[in-house]
């Protein structure tokens, strides 16, 4: 150990896992059950580590000029630790979600529970106030559409929903803007009837799904019992040519 590694005061093990109680208890103060907080703490361990595996995955040289074999070295250890560091980030996410593929948890698709609606609702409402105003409807039936929503994704795919809405609203932002323009808040489309969800920022969840899993969006739809016009509403706006 270097004499800079010495002088770091990093958290080891036990000042972790007393920062992870420490934070579990408070959220229980809050009324979080232990189960919702445990895995928004494992889903941000998780992304800590894909974070730094992503950043450490460029283009890297060895340091200084010391010949081909050491480069070589060096190089093969870098990408053995890296391997490392993507091993110890799935793990971490399996003992959040579970182990991916069809027949492990990750590959059923649980009802959705209300912290993962929340995490949805925080995902699509500032993507939906990029194209358009808040809209006085503020409609009961949210928690319902995002948890059919919710109900076509795996566990593992709902982990990445946010960054997944946040690719969609990029891919698709000149239409969206045109569609929110003409049926959304401020056009002269009533606030009732089949185009409803394009005054609520659930629309765009509801988009995105109609786009990658629309046979499975409709299996969730008529199972939560949802107004089968607001969908078809929703489709035909996305559909008909501005």
């Known amino acids: 150990m270097s004499a800079a590694d010495e002088g770091r005061q990093w958290p080891d093990e036990v000042s972790v896992d007393n920062a992870r109680t420490t934070l579990l208890q408070l959220l229980a103060r809050a009324g979080i059950p232990s189960d919702d907080a445990g895995q928004l703490i494992g889903l941000l361990e998780a992304g800590a ?3 730094a595996h992503e ?7 060895a340091p200084g000029d010391k ?3 050491y480069e070589s070295g060096w190089l093969d250890g870098a990408r053995a630790l890296l391997e490392e560091l993507g091993a110890v980030t799935e793990r971490t996410l399996v003992q959040v979600v579970g182990a991916d593929g069809p027949q492990g948890q990750a590959g059923e698709r649980p009802r959705a529970g209300r912290v993962e609606v929340e995490r949805a609702r925080v995902a699509v409402t500032p993507l939906y106030l990029s194209f358009t ?7 009961e039936v949210t928690d319902e559409v995002l948890a059919a929503v919710l109900g ?21 932002r000149a239409r ?3 569609l929110f323009a003409a049926y959304g808040p401020g056009s002269a489309i009533t606030v009732h009837g089949r185009y409803l969800l394009l005054h609520s920022a659930t629309s765009i969840a509801v988009l995105e799904r109609l786009l990658a899993a629309p046979q499975e969006l409709r299996e969730a739809w008529d199972a939560a019992a949802l107004p089968p016009a607001w969908l078809d509403g929703l489709t035909n706006a996305w559909n008909t040519p501005a």
Request: aromatic fraction near 4%; proline fraction near 2%.
């Open 133 to 139: 105003a808040v809209s006085e409807l503020d409609p």
């Open 176 to 178: 969206l803007e045109l």
């Open 67 to 69: 010949g081909e074999a």
């Open 55 to 61: 950043e450490l995955s460029g283009d890297r040289s």
């Open 152 to 172: 076509t994704m795996s566990l593992r795919q709902r982990a990445g929903y946010a960054g997944r809405l946040t690719e969609f609203a990029a891919a698709h």
């Open 49 to 51: 580590l894909a974070l």
